[in-house]
């Protein structure tokens, strides 16, 4: 299954060839099938992607025109960048139900059989041929290409039990079939593409062109029906692997993936994808999303590999998690992420990001110091101009504030006690103050705080585990 979608609408009754007849259907191609789809879509003006963020310019555009053309697609891309996503979403544009002839291995349609065993079962069975509906989250494929691939598992291989059971060599009835002819009337996805061997690339040209399959000698003219879309790294070409130059000929389209332009619209992403436990307010989203930013533009960061947008969505994932241990601990509900627990986050994330040769021993520091600038930066955007005179004031006296990772809301906001302007603060960050919680509250009370001290408006101070803030 592509998705956790379920159907929305029941399968046909029809359940024979006969009755499938009756009923007028006329057998399509899956590129025509996605084509009448896509134009329907385009013209209701629904997104033909959705769930694609920030590629409404330039990637969608793009796949669209590949699409309606009837092309094969290599999605071209540094790691991260949505690549799988939208290969994926692609089965979207098909029919939501199909038929299909019950027990065939190639899903063949009844209309329009492939194989001689297909076309025997009609001759004896006629219209009482048995018809099955399969439903478009299951006519998507999807193989990692890896080095150790074969040819069988991709295409297929002569079965010696088949073999065994009386069947003679040559017989097609012999072969076994791989993921891609399985994945007939549907759509194949080929992750990593540079990474299959080079002689196992080479079996795929006949299946991208000619439409048919050579196995061991066999060659059977078997016009298969099927998308191909293919993932790789520009890295790959040199690195890893490279993709052939034939088959990047038989490929019609080549489309070049980005990493987001807009802050908010890496937000809008981190916001959908990430799976979170508990409750992060959208200014510390909007943090690791320009912390994200500032990783793809230092020179520390080796830019060739990228910085996926899994790592902002992992900190998320992360930072909630940070939330919901400091509510089990203190028994506070709800549990609410705050900007004190990003650092805890920062070194399970280093794995995720390749640093220049230059830089061992200072990844820690580099990530800091950017995450950072990332909150002072995300301060400055929401709360620049904002009259925060008063939260100075409280520490005019000579008081401190003591907050923390483990440090309940509840207890942060008694130490600053009552504040104007706090609600002018919760609005700036989009929380309502009618519904706010206290753990919404101190959040926002921290990320004040944390803005003060970058901005050199308060001093602050780590003392056993502890983040202490004052004049």
């Known amino acids: 299954m592509v998705g956790t979608s379920s159907p929305t609408s029941p399968a046909p009754s029809i359940s024979t060839l006969g009755e499938l007849r009756a009923s007028g259907a006329v057998p399509r191609s899956v590129k025509a099938e996605v084509r009448e789809n896509l134009v329907a879509r385009l ?3 629904e997104p033909s992607f959705p769930g694609m963020v920030g590629f409404e310019d330039s990637v969608v555009p793009a796949m669209e025109r590949a699409l309606l053309a009837g092309h094969d697609v290599v999605l071209l891309g540094e790691r991260g960048q949505g690549k799988t996503r939208l290969m994926r979403s692609i089965v979207g544009l098909l029919d939501e139900w199909t038929p299909v002839v019950v027990g065939s291995e190639l899903r063949e349609h009844p209309l329009a059989p492939l194989t001689d065993a297909t076309r025997r079962r009609i001759d004896e069975l006629g219209d009482d041929l048995p018809v099955g509906w399969l439903h478009r989250e299951d006519r998507y494929g999807e193989k990692l290409a890896t080095p150790d691939t074969s040819v069988g598992d991709l295409i297929g291989d002569v079965d010696p039990v088949r073999i065994a059971e009386g069947r003679t060599l040559g017989d097609p009835e012999t072969i076994h079939y791989g993921l891609l002819p399985r994945t007939n009337r549907g759509i194949f996805g080929l992750n990593e593409l540079p990474d299959l061997a080079e002689r196992i690339q080479v079996g795929l040209f006949n299946i991208l062109e000619e439409r048919d399959l050579q196995v061991r000698g066999y060659a ?4 298969l029906d099927v998308i191909v879309v293919a993932s790789a790294n520009p890295e790959d070409y040199t690195n890893r692997g490279r993709i052939i130059t034939p088959l990047k000929d038989r490929f019609g389209a080549e489309i070049r993936t980005h990493y987001l332009d807009d802050v908010q619209d890496e937000v809008v992403l981190i916001a959908q ?3 979170l436990v508990a409750e992060v307010p ?5 943090v690791l999303a320009r912390f994200v930013y500032e990783l793809r533009g230092s020179s520390a960061v080796d830019q060739r590999s990228g910085v996926s947008a899994r790592f902002a969505i992992a900190a998320a994932e992360e930072a909630a998690a940070a939330a919901l241990r400091r509510g089990a601990l203190s ?9 004190s627990d990003l650092p805890d986050v920062v070194p399970a994330l280093r794995g995720k990001v390749e640093f220049e040769m230059g830089e061992e021993g200072r990844e820690d520091e580099v990530l ?8 002072v930066d995300t301060f400055r955007q929401r709360l620049g101009g904002l009259d925060l005179t008063a939260f100075t ?23 600053m006690g009552q504040i104007s302007g706090l609600a002018t603060v919760l609005d700036r960050l989009g929380v309502e103050e009618d519904t706010v919680s206290p753990g919404q509250a101190a959040a ?3 990320f004040v705080l944390e803005g003060l001290h970058l901005t050199r408006r308060l001093a602050k101070d780590e003392v056993d585990g502890r983040t202490v803030y004052g004049a």
């Not at 059977?220 to 016009?223: G, M, S, T, W």
């Open 220 to 223: 059977l003219r078997l016009p």
């Open 444 to 446: 926002a009370v921290e």
């Open 393 to 415: 004031e409280h520490f005019a006296g000579g008081e401190i504030i003591e907050t923390g990772p483990l440090v309940p809301g509840s207890s942060l906001l008694e130490q």
């Open 43 to 45: 013209r209701s003006g």
């Open 331 to 339: 028994g506070e509900e709800p549990a609410v992420a705050r900007v």
């Open 282 to 286: 959208r200014h510390v989203l909007e």
């Open 368 to 375: 800091w110091h950017l995450l950072r600038v990332a909150t």
């Open 273 to 275: 994808e990430a799976e």
